[in-house]
């Protein structure tokens, strides 16, 4: 939440001519209705499920650079499925940071009640280990622009063949 999936997302796939997919937009899509309307409809496990099926079909595309959502990682079926299907970049930003970035946002359910900072503090607890048992690559967004970003992971895709190489001189 707030690490830049779909900012840095979005500017790779675009630099690498690939398909830009968030997950939560696709299953917005199919369910018809908004992430904290099915949350609050069908709860967070009624969510995890759709999200588990999302998951498993948009890991079977081609040529796409996909944004989970930030939970994504806590159902051991959708780590392997990301880990043994794509190339997964952990973009890692502090929970502070996050509290930051995501001040004013509105849009995400889980940060909705209580004292954000703490929650978000909470969920990266848990979460850090997650991300790095599913990870291929692990980025720091602490400093960097999301545009620069963007080009530490197509560099670093590069580099490990994931990616043609964008011809940069060197
Ligand atoms: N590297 C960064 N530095 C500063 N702000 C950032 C960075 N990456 C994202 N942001 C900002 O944080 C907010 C959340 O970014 P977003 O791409 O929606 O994250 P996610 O998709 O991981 O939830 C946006 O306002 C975005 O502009
Ligand atoms: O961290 C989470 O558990 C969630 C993150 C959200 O996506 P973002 O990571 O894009 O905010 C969305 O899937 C849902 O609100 C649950």
Redesign the pocket.
Request: net charge positive.
């Given at each position: 939440?707030?690490?830049?999936?779909?900012?840095?997302?979005?500017t790779l796939a675009q630099r690498a001519g690939l398909r830009f997919i968030?997950s939560d937009h696709e299953i917005e899509r199919e369910q018809g209705c908004t992430i904290a309307a099915l949350f609050s409809r069908l709860g967070e496990a009624g969510f995890r499920d759709i999200e588990a099926g999302a998951i498993d079909a948009l890991t079977q595309r081609e040529g796409v650079v996909l944004?989970t959502?930030?939970g994504a990682v806590l159902r051991p079926e959708n780590r392997k499925a990301l880990h043994e299907r794509g190339t997964v970049v952990y973009?890692r930003?502090s929970p502070d940071?996050?509290a930051h970035?995501?001040r004013h946002?509105r849009s995400?359910p889980l940060l909705q009640q209580g004292d954000m900072r703490a929650k978000l503090h909470e969920l990266y607890r848990v979460r850090d280990p997650l991300y790095r048992e599913t990870a291929h690559f692990v980025i720091e967004?602490?400093?960097?622009?999301?545009a620069?970003?963007a080009n530490m992971v197509q560099m670093q895709l590069e580099l490990a063949g994931v990616l043609p190489s964008s011809g940069a001189p060197g």
């Open positions: 939440m707030g690490a830049g999936k779909t900012t840095v997302g979005r968030d944004a959502g930030g973009l930003a940071d996050l970035r995501l946002d995400r967004t602490g400093r960097p622009s999301p620069l970003l």
